[in-house]
């Protein structure tokens, strides 16, 4: 009889044991399922603005070429190439939204680390020096230099903050007469 008291009482430790368990077993899982997270949100700011800010493809990329997006104007319409043009020198417009090939932008990395150059086709968007106040954004031949480099700022109502660090910061705009230019004042375009 002592020994079944003896399984007796072993068996109540036991049980206690597991109790003890299953909570290591559930602090371990919350201290994984934390850590995941740090590391989930260390991985997106890593990844950079660019990540953030342009959309991915949902394909993986099964078209080979570079993922494109547009950038709205919010309330206003769609950064334009006018007529699709391959030309260097061509001024860039605000137009109504439709999804066209001249609607169609994607990024490359600039010349210093944070920095993109973005691009229509084979061409880069960049200001031109001459055409004060407003610097006029056109497109032309890419080439490796900062006067190429924009940076991108996500704002808190999802879009971004284009500039261009080379001319004075200044934000890529648009203007009255819906030409895109560089200018003070803080513009959303929405990455789509």
């Not at 260097?88 to 109504?96: D, S």
């Not at 691009?119 to 610097?135: D, I, K, R």
């Not at 560089?182 to 789509?192: H, K, M």
Request: glycine share 14%; net charge positive.
């Amino acid at each position: 009889m002592g020994r079944l008291s003896f399984v007796k009482s072993s068996s109540t430790p036991a049980a206690q044991r597991t109790g003890r368990g299953r909570r290591r077993r559930l602090t371990w899982l919350g201290f994984l399922a934390s850590a995941t997270l740090c590391l989930a949100f260390a991985g997106i700011a890593a990844a950079g603005p660019a990540n953030a800010i342009i959309p991915t493809d949902p394909g993986g990329g099964g078209g080979g070429g570079p993922v494109t997006f547009s950038l709205q104007r919010t309330g206003y319409g769609c950064l334009d190439d006018p007529g699709n043009s391959s030309d260097i020198n061509v001024h860039y417009q605000v137009y109504a939204c439709n999804n066209s090939a001249a609607q169609k932008f994607y990024l490359a990395p600039g010349s210093k680390p944070g920095t993109y150059h973005l691009l229509h086709g084979s061409l880069c968007l960049q200001p031109n020096a001459w055409e004060e106040p407003f610097y006029w954004v056109l497109q032309y031949t890419c080439g490796s230099g900062a006067e190429f480099d924009w940076t991108w700022t996500q704002r808190g109502d999802g879009t971004v903050d284009i500039q261009s660090p080379v001319y004075f910061n200044y934000h890529l705009n648009m203007f009255d007469n819906k030409k895109v230019g560089l200018g003070g004042g803080t513009a959303g375009w929405l990455p789509r």
